[in-house]
C-alpha cells in the first residue's frame, strides 16, 4: 500500500483583485487542478515548480490543515478530510514560518509540551526532544528562548517538532530555507537517514541540487497539475538531456571554426555545444583548436541537471 494517494485532487481559492483604488473583483484561482499522484513508503518524494504553482496547498491538504474542494487523498491509508484525526496522529509537519511555538518557552521546553500533546510521559519527551536537538543541530541552542531564535534555529525547531512523535510520514515544505550550508547539509543528511529508516517524507524545495540529492521520485506542478514524474535520473532521460561542453579558445576573435562559438567570460572565444558522448567530442574539438594553431584556456563539461528539467518541463 502506498504511504500518499490522491486522485483528482482539487483546490480553488477566491482572490481579490484590485483594479483600481474603488473596484475590486473576485478571481477565482485553481492552486491544486486535478493532482493525482502516489507515494510509496519509506521514499523520499520531491514536489517542485515555480512560486505559487500550488506546492504548499499541497502539503496543506495532505497534512488536514486545508480541505480540498474536489477529489480525495488518502494518507497512511486513511482519508485526509474523513479521517484527520488518524492521519495527524501519524504524520509530522514542517510549514514555514512556523507558528506553533511559544516565543517565551525555550526550544526544548516547546519540545517537550508537543512530545506531551502526543501523550509521553515527561520523562520520555524530555529524552526524546534532547534527542532531536542533537538530529537537527540545535544542540546547546535549545536551552534558549524561542524568541531569540535566528531563522535557521527556527527552522531547525520546526524539524524537531515534526519528528517529536516518530511519524510514519513527514511533510516537509522548503525544509532548508534559510540554513546555513552546514545546517543545510545536516538536515539533508537527516531526511536521508529518515528514509533509510522506513519513514516518507514529502518535501518541497527550490533547490533543484538537493531535490537531486534526496529524492526518490520528483514531481513537477505547474498551474495547479502535475506536468512530470519520475526519478531524476528518469526525468532526464526522458527529456533526452546531454552533456554540455565549453572549450575556450585563446583567440583576439573567433577563429573560423566548425562549431558554434559564444563569447566566454573572460572575453575569449568558447566553443559551446550540447552532446551524449562528451569525451569524444571533447577530443575532437581540441584537435581542431590547435590544429588551427591556437591553445585551448580551459575547458569544462557540465552534466544535465534537475535544474535543466525543470526548465525544459516548465517552458513547455
Ligand atoms: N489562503 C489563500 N487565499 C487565496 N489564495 C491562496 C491562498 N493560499 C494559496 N493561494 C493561492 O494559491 C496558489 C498556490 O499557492 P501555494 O502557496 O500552494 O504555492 P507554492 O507552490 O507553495 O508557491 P511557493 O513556491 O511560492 O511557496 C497561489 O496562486 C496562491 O496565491
Ligand atoms: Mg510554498
Redesign the pocket.
Known amino acids: 500500500m502506498n504511504a500518499i494517494t490522491c486522485e483528482d485532487l482539487r ?1 480553488f ?3 481579490k483583485v484590485k483594479r483600481s483604488f474603488f473596484s475590486r473583483e473576485d478571481s477565482l ?4 487542478d486535478g493532482v493525482s499522484l502516489g507515494v510509496e513508503r519509506g521514499v523520499v518524494f520531491s ?1 517542485v ?12 491538504i495532505l497534512s488536514t490543515l ?1 480541505i480540498p474542494d474536489g477529489g480525495r487523498a488518502e494518507v497512511g491509508g486513511y482519508d485526509v478530510v474523513k479521517q484527520a484525526n488518524h492521519v495527524r496522529r501519524i504524520i509530522g509537519l514542517v510549514l514555514a514560518p512556523d507558528k506553533g511555538f511559544y516565543t517565551r518557552l525555550t526550544g526544548i521546553e516547546n519540545l517537550v509540551y508537543y512530545g506531551r500533546l502526543y501523550g509521553l510521559s515527561k520523562e520520555e519527551a524530555v529524552k526524546k526532544a534532547e534527542q532531536l536537538l542533537e538530529l537537527t543541530g540545535l544542540g546547546a541552542d535549545g536551552a534558549r528562548l524561542y524568541e531569540e531564535y535566528s531563522l535557521g534555529m527556527r527552522a531547525k525547531l520546526s524539524i524537531a517538532k515534526a519528528l517529536i512523535n516518530d511519524p510514519e510520514i513527514v511533510f516537509l ?2 525544509p532548508t530555507i534559510g540554513l546555513d550550508p552546514l545546517s543545510a547539509r545536516r538536515i539533508r543528511s537527516l531526511i536521508k537517514d529518515l528514509a533509510t529508516q522506513g519513514m516518507t517524507v514529502f518535501m ?1 524545495s ?1 533547490n533543484m541540487w538537493e531535490v537531486e540529492a534526496l529524492s526518490n521520485t520528483v514531481a513537477v ?1 505547474k498551474s ?1 497539475k502535475i506536468v512530470a514524474e519520475g526519478s531524476p535520473a528518469e526525468l532526464k532521460e526522458r527529456l533526452r538531456l546531454s552533456y554540455r561542453l565549453e572549450v575556450e579558445i585563446i583567440a583576439d576573435k573567433s577563429p573560423d571554426i566548425n562549431f558554434p562559438v559564444t563569447v566566454g567570460e573572460r572575453g575569449y572565444p568558447v566553443v559551446t555545444m550540447e552532446t551524449d558522448r562528451p569525451g569524444e567530442d571533447l577530443v575532437k574539438v581540441i584537435d581542431e583548436v590547435r590544429r588551427l594553431g591556437y591553445s585551448v584556456g580551459g575547458v569544462r563539461v557540465l552534466e544535465p541537471s534537475l535544474e535543466e528539467v525543470l526548465t525544459r518541463v516548465l517552458s513547455r
Not at 484561482?29 to 491544486?32: C, S, W
Open positions: 483546490k481559492f477566491r482572490a484561482i485553481r492552486a491544486l514536489l515548480g515555480p512560486n505559487g504553482a500550488g506546492k504548499t496547498t499541497m502539503v496543506k486545508l515544505d522548503e518541497t527550490h506542478i495547479g
